[in-house]
């Protein structure tokens, strides 16, 4: 029996910096369901303006950056722009049905290097 894996460890390019300066590089994106795409659409700042969408939905979605959770959408907004695009590309991969690959970026040494989200983690 497989099991589902709905849950995806990420680390950003530049990462999320909080009101004390503290830089947040590492975090975890969950599968969004169908709420989570439909729900935002309600959103009067959505309404105003489409590409809010984005922010509102990534903020459902992101579970983590850090220590920090919630995910605000306000926490989406002060991203850096290469960092929430990312984000934007790692949310179309791991809920489009197709490839579950990303690129990602060893936190250590800097190398960048492609990474199978849907592998089996045991074998």
């Known amino acids: ?22 830089l947040h590089r590492q975090g975890v994106m969950r599968l969004a369901t169908a709420l989570d795409e ?6 009067a700042r ?3 303006n489409e590409s809010y969408l984005s922010i509102l939905l990534l903020s459902r979605v992101v579970m983590c950056l850090g ?6 959408p306000e926490m989406i907004e002060r991203l850096f722009a290469s960092d ?8 179309v991969k ?18 960048r290097f492609e990474l199978d989200l849907m592998a089996d983690e045991h074998g």
């Open 67 to 72: 220590e920090m959770r919630p995910v605000t």
């Open 1 to 22: 029996m497989s099991v589902l894996r709905t849950e995806f460890e990420f680390t950003l390019p530049r990462g999320y910096a909080d009101a004390a300066g503290n």
């Open 46 to 48: 959505a309404r105003a």
């Open 38 to 43: 439909v729900d935002p659409l309600q959103d």
């Open 94 to 111: 791991l809920n489009d049905g197709e490839s579950h690959l990303v690129e990602t970026e060893c936190p250590t040494c800097g190398t």
């Open 84 to 91: 929430f695009a990312y984000l934007q590309e790692l949310y």
